[in-house]
């Protein structure tokens, strides 16, 4: 699997973006798709998940607890994306964000997941 992720930039705080991570290769939809972070000087940290169908889990997301009630993740399996509705953004959301696939389980741990896309730079200004 290959993955693009697309949509960063600098933005207020308090403000919004939508990250997407396109997807090419191998059957998209029988993975779990995650966003995770970086931050200079920190590790990468565990944003969201979403399981790869709505027969499995219900469909089920997971999000950190900081950014909880502000991000939301979604796919659509017909275009091989998923996406991250970003809203109220914050300085400290401020980071690399990668989107990532998942062929295993339903992890939040970067270790787990088997593909990754390169990146996109999120910035928030005070």
């Known amino acids: 699997v290959q993955l693009q992720a697309s949509g960063g930039g600098l933005v207020q705080a308090g403000g919004s973006l939508r990250l997407s991570c396109a997807a090419s290769?191998?059957?998209?939809?029988?993975?779990?798709m995650g966003w995770f972070r970086q931050a200079p000087g920190k590790e990468r940290e565990f944003v969201a998940a979403?399981?790869?169908?709505?027969?499995?889990?219900?469909?089920?997301?997971n999000y950190a607890e900081s950014v909880k009630g502000r991000f939301t993740i979604s796919r659509d399996n017909a275009k091989n994306t998923v996406y991250l509705q970003m809203n109220s953004l914050k300085p400290e959301d401020t980071a690399v964000y990668y989107c990532a696939a998942d062929s295993g389980g339903w992890s939040s741990s970067p270790y787990d997941y088997d593909y990754w896309g390169q990146g996109t730079q999120v910035t928030v200004s005070s």
């Open positions: 290769g191998r059957t998209f939809s029988s993975y779990i």
């Open positions: 979403i399981s790869w169908s709505i027969s499995w889990r219900g469909g089920n997301t």
